[in-house]
Nanobody
Framework: QVQLVESGGGLVESGGSLRLSCSAS????????VGWFRQVPGKEREGVSC?????????????YYSTSVKDRFTISGDNATNILYLQMDRLKPEDSAVYYC??????????????WGKGTLVNVSS
């Protein structure tokens, strides 16, 4: 019954902004670790950002980012609507990838998370 559906991808110019959304159903967003990953053809899937579960946030930092996107991307979740967001600012061509949202029980995000969306394509032109 758990389902994740991404939206908001598209083509943007370098330096522009984009906001990705992940609509979650079948579970409460705040009860799971939820995050964003991205993948480029021929490359390994890369963790982008993560929000720890409510329990995890009691002990550890609420969220974290990969070094490549820190200070440019912002992750957030709306518990009222059960939607996860990724605000992407000052985009670079190297940010181009298919972006996936994912969720699992536990404190952290990791490549083998149980639930995944189908992905949304982000293409940043030079």
């Amino acid at each position: 019954q758990v389902q994740l559906v991404e939206s908001g991808g598209g083509l943007v110019e370098s330096g522009g902004s984009l906001r990705l959304s992940c609509s979650a159903s079948g579970f409460f967003l705040d009860d799971y670790a939820v995050g964003w990953f991205r993948q480029v053809p021929g490359k390994e899937r890369e963790g982008v950002s993560c929000i720890r579960s409510r329990e995890g946030r009691k002990r550890y930092a609420a969220s974290y980012y990969s070094t490549s996107v820190k200070d440019r991307f912002t992750i957030s979740g709306d518990n009222a609507t059960n939607i996860l967001y990724l605000q992407m600012d000052r985009l670079k061509p190297e940010d181009s990838a298919v972006y996936y949202c994912a969720a699992d029980r536990g404190f952290n995000c990791y490549p083998g998370m149980r639930y995944w969306g189908k992905g949304t394509l982000v293409n940043v032109s030079s």
